[in-house]
């Protein structure tokens, strides 16, 4: 008996997404044949240094800054790092860090460690919607703040937050404005000057790039303190040998993004999946109804009562692939942060199914995706019932 295949519907795109070809092609010289060590001083060496510093240059050209203010780094979670920790020690540990309640747990648990060491760090409330104002941040500000930390978009629920108007409030306090932008790139724009940032972080694995390369951009000025020591890479603010391969692959991968291909077709597929899922009985939607002031990829809805990881386990038997929160969080028994900070409550924050759509998804996916979950979620709500 010839058994069906099934489908793979993939829709977990803020988790990561898959190399594209362009990026592959642009990395393969740097994996084969010109494999030297940047820091050496003969030819091969040289012409990997030549690549990082074309690279560089690329991906300035794309944040709107100079290459000198553009540091590699292993990924969006050590940039994170770099920001918090690096403000903190620069500071000397004293002072004050504000930051927002829907942050990356990169931010979150990097903000509890310079806490132990002394430092205070608070919270930035958010609305219901999952927006930060200007005013929300002012009001959580101290004489002696030294950083705030509010990313672009967030990775669960999609919400675009007002950063500029953010970082004029910062600047007129005279603290360091950080925003961690791994999630906007590739779906909004993202411009360091026009938002007006002193420090952004970026991943390459969200938007094509290998996973294991992603940048700090540092204003020029900016103090903070290198995190890894060793050799003088990276304008001696972060130390280790070049990952030129990816590195390459990243600056393509920046250039590509940069375009925002298909945001509209993108925009007419969350819309659809998005007004199919709430005709489901029960369903809640997280964060803002408005298409402006959220990502064009980005699906976020709770079905109380029910199990997150039950619901992401029974649509992938019927080959959709999506989550219930950040995959960073993955087998955490914990409710979303995200969501408790909008105001839902555990049994909703439990019960979180993520969409993220990317390029590759077409508008016979979304039907089906709408079909498999109201199939799930009626027969799950009536074995409660029952039970």
Not at 338 to 355: M, P, W
């Amino acid at each position: 008996m010839k058994t069906e295949k099934k489908p793979f519907v993939y829709v977990d795109h803020a988790a990561t997404v898959p190399i594209t070809d362009s990026v592959r092609a642009a990395m393969e010289p740097f994996l084969t044949t010109t494999f030297g060590n940047p820091s050496s001083a003969y030819g091969a060496g040289r012409a990997s240094s030549r690549a990082v510093l074309d690279a560089r240059r690329r991906i300035a050209a794309v944040l709107g800054c100079s290459p000198k203010e553009i540091f590699f780094t292993s990924g969006g979670t050590e940039a994170d790092n770099w920001a918090i920790k690096g403000s903190a020690f620069a500071n000397n540990l004293c002072g004050h860090i504000a930051y927002s309640a829907m942050e990356h747990h990169a931010v979150l648990h990097a903000a509890a460690f310079v806490r132990r060491f002394g430092m205070d760090a608070d919270e930035i409330p958010v609305d219901s919607d999952g927006i930060v104002t200007a005013d929300a941040v002012d009001a959580s500000m101290r004489d002696d703040t030294r950083l705030a930390a509010v990313m672009l978009a967030n990775n669960e629920i999609g919400t675009v937050q007002p950063i500029a108007e953010i970082a004029r409030a910062v600047h007129e306090r005279h603290a360091v404005m950080f925003c961690d932008a791994v999630q906007g790139m590739g779906q909004i724009p993202v411009n360091v000057s026009d938002l007006g940032v002193d420090l952004l972080s970026l991943s390459g694995h969200k938007i094509g790039a290998p996973k294991g390369i992603g940048l700090l951009y540092i204003k020029e000025g900016t103090a903070l303190t290198p995190l890894i020591d060793g050799g003088g890479q990276e304008m001696h603010m972060r130390a280790g040998t070049e990952n030129v391969a990816s590195i390459v692959g990243f600056a393509k991968a920046m250039e590509d993004a940069a375009v925002m291909p298909d945001m509209t077709r993108i925009r007419q597929m969350q819309k659809s999946l998005f007004d199919g899922l709430r005709t489901i009985p029960g369903c809640v939607v997280n964060g803002t109804c408005a298409q402006e002031k959220r990502l064009p990829g980005n699906v976020n809805v709770s079905f109380p009562g029910l199990d997150a990881e039950s619901l992401v386990l029974h649509l992938d038997r019927v080959g959709i692939c999506c989550s219930a929160a950040s995959a960073c969080t993955a087998g955490v028994s914990e409710p979303s942060h995200v969501l408790l900070a909008i105001g839902r409550d555990r049994e909703e924050a439990s019960s979180s199914l993520r969409f993220t759509l990317g390029q590759r998804n077409t508008m016979d996916e979304i039907e089906y995706i709408i079909t498999q979950v109201r199939r799930m979620v009626n027969q799950l709500y009536a074995e409660n019932r029952v039970s």
